[in-house]
Every structure is written in C-alpha cells, then in structure tokens.
C-alpha cells in the first residue's frame, strides 16, 4: 500500500494509525501541504485526487490497483479487508454510535479549522493572526465541550470512546487534540475527553503515528 500523506495533517493521522492497529505496513509518500505554495496543487497530485487533498490510499494487492480518498472512507475499507482488530463494532447500535462520534469532530469541528481554511480567512478575509487563532480555538473547545458531554453521558464509553478498545472514534479524536495543542486550546472542561486521549497514547499505534514520528516532519 502506498500513503499520500502530511505530517501535520490529522486525516492523514488517522489513516496512520489505522494502519498502525492493523499492522499494515505501508509506503510513506510525503505531500507538503505548504511548500512550493501546497504540493498538493501540483499537477501530479491533482491526477491523483482532484480535490487536492491528503491522504490518498492506494493499495496495489488488488488488480486493477485501489485508489481511496476520505480518511474515514479509508479507514472503514481498512477495516473491512483486514478485520482485526476491528474499528467498529458489529452490533448496529453501537456502529452507529461510534460513526457518529467520529464524525461529530471529523464533520462539525475539524473542517472549520483546516490548513486551507484558515488561509482563507488570512489571506482573502484579511483576518490577524490573533482573531484567527480565536476563530479555532472556539471551533475546537465548544465541540470537544458537545463531545464530552456525549462521553461522559454514555454507559457505552469505557476505557476509549466506545468500550475498552479503540475504534474509528478514537483514531478521529486523537488527531484533533494534536491539532489544537498547537492553538493552546482550554481543555480543563474536558476530563473524560482527555482520559481517553491519554488512553490511547499509551498504545504504541497511536505513538507511532504522531506527526513528529513521520518521515516529513519538520
């Protein structure tokens, strides 16, 4: 399998650390979202994934080869090819509840503060840095303020999100967290949140795939 992928970038973090739980190896292919103006506009790239985005998974075991874009779309055909350990739970409830969560910060919180988001309001919008950086830290802390609730609402939560293993909401919520340690976001208000996050870097699947781990970190 080969991954298009970016260091800092939490859909790529995900897919990574699926990857890492199944015990897939994979060639690393580094797309710098910032140099040289976004490699990720290159021509090369854009006949890869029109949207212009990472990650890209491509896996060469079938014949024609598998293109896949979307991390949540990636991580699901993951773990339907390769079903241990599984990311999501069989029963339909309980699928549907992991789902949710996972799109909860994956939908509402983490396309509002994403690397081509935040140039817009720099760069079209004109906006400061200091109200920019407000911008993401109120997207950030009022949903993973709604997740929390939700977590410590449930008597599905355990040790990770959904019961004593991680799944598919734990791979999304782990990168968010990253991303908004880097915006010195409050998560004082987050408890049950953050011992999950906890919980789960304390897994060598999670470590290895933190963006300062990766082949292009800087």
Same mark, same amino acid.
């Given at each position: 399998?080969?991954?298009?992928?970016?260091?800092?970038?939490?859909?790529?973090?995900?897919?990574?650390?699926?990857?890492?739980?199944?015990?897939?190896?994979?060639?690393?292919?580094?797309? /710098?979202?910032?140099? /040289?103006?976004?490699?990720? /506009?290159?021509?090369?790239?854009?006949?890869?994934?029109?949207?212009?985005?990472?990650?890209?998974?491509?896996?060469?075991?079938?014949?024609?080869?598998?293109?896949?874009?979307?991390?949540?779309?990636?991580?699901?055909?993951?773990?339907?090819?390769?079903?241990?350990?599984?990311?999501?739970?069989?029963?339909?409830?309980?699928?549907?509840?992991?789902?949710?969560?996972?799109?909860?910060?994956?939908?509402?919180?983490?396309?509002?503060?994403?690397?081509?988001?935040?140039?817009?309001?720099?760069?079209?919008?004109?906006?400061?840095?200091?109200?920019?950086?407000?911008?993401?830290?109120?997207?950030?802390?009022?949903?993973?303020?709604?997740?929390?609730?939700?977590?410590?609402?449930?008597?599905?939560?355990?040790?990770?999100? /959904?019961?004593?293993?991680?799944?598919?909401?734990?791979?999304?919520?782990?990168?968010?967290?990253?991303?908004?340690?880097?915006?010195?976001?409050?998560?004082?208000?987050?408890?049950?949140?953050?011992?999950?996050?906890?919980?789960?870097?304390?897994?060598?699947?999670?470590?290895?795939?933190?963006?300062?781990?990766?082949?292009?970190?800087?």
């Amino acid at each position: 399998m080969r991954l298009y992928s970016y260091f800092r970038s939490s859909a790529s973090f995900r897919v990574r650390i699926a990857l890492n739980l199944k015990g897939l190896p994979v060639d690393y292919q580094p797309i /710098h979202l910032v140099r /040289h103006g976004g490699e990720q /506009h290159s021509p090369d790239f854009l006949a890869t994934n029109p949207d212009g985005l990472v990650p890209v998974l491509v896996d060469d075991s079938n014949d024609p080869a598998v293109l896949l874009t979307q991390s949540l779309a990636i991580v699901e055909y993951l773990d339907e090819t390769v079903p241990e350990p599984p990311l999501l739970p069989r029963d339909p409830v309980e699928r549907a509840r992991v789902r949710a969560l996972a799109l909860a910060i994956a939908c509402e919180i983490h396309p509002l503060n994403n690397l081509r988001v935040l140039r817009y309001l720099v760069r079209v919008l004109e906006v400061g840095d200091e109200a920019k950086n407000t911008w993401y830290r109120h997207w950030v802390e009022s949903g993973l303020g709604a997740f929390e609730k939700q977590l410590a609402a449930s008597p599905m939560t355990g040790r990770f999100c /959904h019961g004593d293993a991680p799944t598919l909401a734990d791979l999304t919520l782990v990168p968010q967290i990253f991303n908004g340690l880097r915006f010195d976001c409050d998560y004082s208000r987050i408890p049950t949140v953050m011992r999950v996050f906890d919980a789960c870097m304390e897994l060598d699947a999670f470590k290895r795939a933190v963006p300062d781990r990766q082949p292009d970190a800087e």
